[in-house]
């Protein structure tokens, strides 16, 4: 690692973006570099045995640096230029043409030079950012992310600045793709409804699949009808909405069946896997509130066999009722690493 960083070093000497060793004469910003990368004398004594000038030979090469543009006042913003402005104490004008001072001349020329400086180096920023966005996913081979609270941080970050559905998509995506179990992929779809990032017909149909399959028909028929709504699909994509569609209104026909008896049935019950079931269909519906009471009962009873996805469950249906504190409540409730992960992003979504 350290020889990989020495190479790039010396790249960037080429190029003058560090500092080198004692032996080169001062000036006014090797203060800086040296101060910020160290010294680099061997890659200059590389360089220079090689017959390569860096940055340092090409300023030493020129000698005394004109005054008036080392101070920044000499203007070329303009046609009418350049203002060759006098130096303070000089009997040269120090008003350009346009009528700007020295003090406005300088201040824009290093507010100029910075911007088209950044702008330069855009592409490793994005390259940066598009490689930590793949890390994330775990698309980028032979990079690991350890640290969880970091990640934690980065993800609130990202998500205060930039709460858009564009950004939540981009993060969903990832998830969607690496996950294979049921619970976690009906969470995640969920929640890519609830930020406004299910727009492809793929997502539509596949939520519907999951949700159907999952005991959710009410609500896979709902999105299968929302997704209709919007009028995005065609071809066999809309084969395959209009397919799902159907098989989620049949299945959905024989849920609402059993509202009817749910109350009943969900006060006499004393098992957690019945209060669960229950729960499962309340939340189908889009009865929140019923569906946080019989998820409660559900855990508080003998029974239960997924006590994370009842409390996953718990903790979307206060979500949408607009209870956020009890909703969060719920969410740290569930134990299993990768659900705790998706809930993470549920409690991203509340804050």
């Known amino acids: 690692m350290l020889k990989l ?9 080429l190029a003058g973006s560090v500092s080198v060793g004692a032996d080169v004469p001062r000036d006014p910003y090797r203060h800086f570099f040296q101060d910020s990368f160290g010294d680099f004398s061997e890659e200059l004594a590389r360089a220079k045995a090689e017959g390569v000038d860096t940055i340092w030979d090409r300023y030493a090469a020129l000698g005394t640096q004109c005054k008036v543009g080392e101070l920044g006042i000499c203007c070329t913003v303009c046609h009418l230029g350049p203002c060759n402005l006098g130096l303070p104490g000089s009997k040269r004008p120090q008003v350009g043409v346009c009528g700007a001072t020295i003090h406005t001349v300088a ?8 911007a088209a400086g950044s702008a330069a180096h855009s592409d490793h920023g994005r390259s940066v950012a598009n490689l930590l966005l793949q890390a994330a ?3 980028a081979p032979g990079y ?4 969880e609270a970091g990640t934690t941080k980065s993800l609130e970050l990202l998500l205060k600045h930039y709460p858009s559905p564009d950004t939540w998509d981009r993060l969903l995506d990832g ?8 619970h976690e992929l009906i969470a995640l779809y969920r929640l890519s409804e609830d930020v406004g990032s299910l727009r492809e017909p793929r997502q539509y149909i596949d939520m519907a699949q999951a949700l159907v399959v999952g005991g959710y028909a009410i609500e896979g028929q709902r999105i299968m009808e929302k997704g209709m709504s919007k009028d995005i699909f065609s071809g066999e994509d809309l084969t395959r909405a209009q397919r799902t569609l159907d098989s989620a209104k049949r299945r959905a026909d024989e849920e609402r069946k059993k509202l009817g008896g749910a109350d009943a049935a969900l006060a006499a019950t004393k098992s ?4 669960y079931t229950l729960g499962k269909l309340y939340f189908s519906d889009g009865k929140y509130a019923k569906s946080a009471a019989a998820m409660r009962k559900a855990i508080a009873t003998p029974g239960l066999e997924d006590v994370d996805d009842a409390h996953m469950q718990l903790g979307i249906a206060l979500a949408r009722d607009g209870k956020k504190a009890d909703a969060i409540k ?3 409730g569930i134990k299993d690493p990768k659900f705790a992960e998706v809930a ?5 979504r509340l804050r």
């Open 144 to 147: 690991e992310i350890k640290d």
């Open 107 to 114: 201040s824009r020329r290093l507010a100029r030079d910075m």
């Open 137 to 139: 996913r775990g698309e």
């Open 5 to 13: 960083a020495r190479y790039i070093v010396f790249g960037l000497l």
């Open 272 to 275: 957690g896997e019945d209060a």
């Open 330 to 332: 719920a969410f740290d």
């Open 175 to 182: 998830y969607i793709k690496e996950t294979n179990h049921d």
């Open 344 to 348: 993470r992003l549920w409690k991203l």
